[in-house]
């Protein structure tokens, strides 16, 4: 069964850096995509990244691009989310989910619909001070 535990979360200022961690075990990480996702206080869960197993490619919505940048440690079998200049709207618990590499059209509506993760993790809390 495969697992997924994130960290890293923490109280930062406005215009502050964060990195967070998802450490994956139980299932053959270049196989899979992992991606983040975020969800705020009383909004629906959202997509953020992702990160392709196989070939390292990568994708971010509109709200965290030139901001975020996501990478993998094929060693460590883990993930990191680098989110620079930080905002008080990215506030949010920060999963991170694993879904079996495919087609950057599905891995795509993966993220933006926050649909058919294969695995997910227990969260961390980011909250960003104004």
């Known amino acids: 069964e495969g697992q997924l535990v994130e960290s890293g979360g923490d109280l930062v200022q406005g215009g502050g850096s964060l990195t967070l961690s998802c450490a994956a075990s139980?299932?053959?990480?270049?196989?899979?995509?992992i991606g983040w996702f975020r969800q705020a206080p009383g909004k629906e869960r959202e997509g953020v990244s992702y990160?392709?197993?196989?070939?390292?490619?990568?994708y971010y919505v509109d709200s965290v691009k030139g901001r975020f940048t996501i990478s993998s440690d094929y060693a460590k079998n883990t993930v990191y989310l680098q989110m620079n200049s930080l905002k008080p709207e990215d506030t949010a618990v920060y999963y991170c989910?694993?879904?079996?590499?495919?087609?950057?059209?599905?891995?795509?509506?993966?993220?933006?619909?926050?649909?058919?993760?294969?695995?997910w993790g227990q969260g961390t809390q980011v909250t960003v001070s104004s």
């Open positions: 990160i392709r197993g196989g070939d390292g490619g990568t």
């Open positions: 989910a694993a879904h079996r590499d495919s087609s950057t059209r599905l891995l795509r509506r993966w993220v933006l619909r926050v649909e058919g993760s294969d695995y």
């Open positions: 139980g299932f053959t990480f270049d196989e899979y995509a």
